[in-house]
């Protein structure tokens, strides 16, 4: 059965309409997604590494809102599918809404929830391990190139780091910070 999207205008207003995932939209037209960020106490990034047939480099958990779906609901499920971790709802901020030339309007999460990798439960077909990885590790995974574009996919990236340890009242700050 095809799985169906909700069609969004370029002010995140469900049109009424749906989309079979894949298919082309037409100019205006937006899918809702979902991005996920995890981020422990000690500051590390719960990441997975997309299965082979996907690529095989790391990233977040992520994905797209099923017909009905906001992005938030889509977060909490993906999560839970991919991963097997059920996020804490209190735990979850919107860092943005980023809109890519693509059509897809993803909703960008971060959860600060401290998760032990040893219960992580991966979906095969997505993905085929998981770590914690700090700040630096993701910035050299990038230069090695086992990380997943970032221009494609993840264009908010230091953004989105900038602002997790710019909000983070509890731990000192460096020069670098």
């Known amino acids: 059965m095809p799985e169906l999207l909700d069609i969004y205008d370029k ?3 469900r049109t009424g309409f749906l989309v079979e995932r894949g298919k082309p939209l037409n100019e205006g037209e937006y899918v809702l997604g979902a991005h996920v960020w995890i981020i422990n106490s000690k500051d590390e990034f719960l990441l997975t590494k ?6 095989g480099k790391w990233h977040g958990v992520g994905g797209m809102a099923a017909a009905g779906d906001d992005g938030f609901t889509t977060a909490l499920r993906e ?15 919107l860092f943005k809404r980023h809109i890519y030339p693509s059509g897809a309007m993803i909703d960008v999460w971060i959860f600060r929830q ?18 914690l990885a700090t700040r630096e590790h993701i910035q050299q995974m990038i230069e090695d190139d086992i990380f997943i574009d970032i221009a494609r996919w993840y264009p908010y990236l230091e953004e989105l780091l900038e602002f997790v340890f710019r909000c983070r009242g509890d731990r000192p700050r460096s020069p670098a910070d």
């Open 11 to 13: 002010n995140g207003n």
């Open 114 to 131: 401290d998760v032990d990798i040893s219960k992580v439960v991966l979906q095969e077909e997505e993905a085929s391990d998981a770590i």
């Open 50 to 55: 997309r299965s082979k047939v996907k690529g």
């Open 79 to 93: 999560a839970d599918e991919e991963i097997g971790i059920v996020l804490n709802t209190d735990s979850g901020q």
